[in-house]
């Protein structure tokens, strides 16, 4: 069974910086693609990156510039380093996972999700 846990949020404030981490447990890690999912309040859930098994990254237009993907494949985990965070970016954070090493932005193509992390950004 696959199991993935998001941490690192917390109440920042604009101009700041944030590491979000996700570990996943069960399943095959190092061979499928993961991504990073946001949910504002009252709005739909929006992709925000995904990253490859060969490190390859994929970016919302949003984020570009600003946040960073990565992965360790021995430690079974992702990372997305936020900087220059503005207060549209908070919102809960969610790390998803496919069954595929094809990098996405999709959320209907992600398998596996993390409960999330919320994210704050005051002005």
């Known amino acids: 069974q696959v199991r993935l846990v998001e941490s690192g949020g917390g109440l920042v404030q604009a101009g700041d910086s944030l590491r979000l981490s996700c570990v996943r447990s069960?399943?095959?890690?190092?061979?499928?693609?993961m991504g990073w999912f946001r949910q504002a309040s009252g709005k739909e859930r929006e992709f925000v990156a995904a990253?490859?098994?060969?490190?390859?990254?994929l970016y919302a237009d949003s984020v570009k510039g600003r946040f960073t993907i990565s992965r360790d494949n021995a430690k079974n985990t992702i990372y997305l380093q936020m900087n220059s965070l503005k207060p549209e970016d908070a919102a809960v954070y969610s790390c998803?996972?496919?069954?595929?090493?094809?990098?996405?932005?999709?959320?209907?193509?992600?398998?596996?999700w993390g409960q999330g992390t919320q994210v704050t950004v005051s002005s």
């Open positions: 998803a996972a496919r069954a595929s090493i094809v990098v996405v932005s999709a959320d209907r193509e992600y398998l596996y």
């Open positions: 069960g399943g095959t890690f190092s061979s499928v693609a």
């Open positions: 990253i490859g098994w060969k490190g390859d990254p």
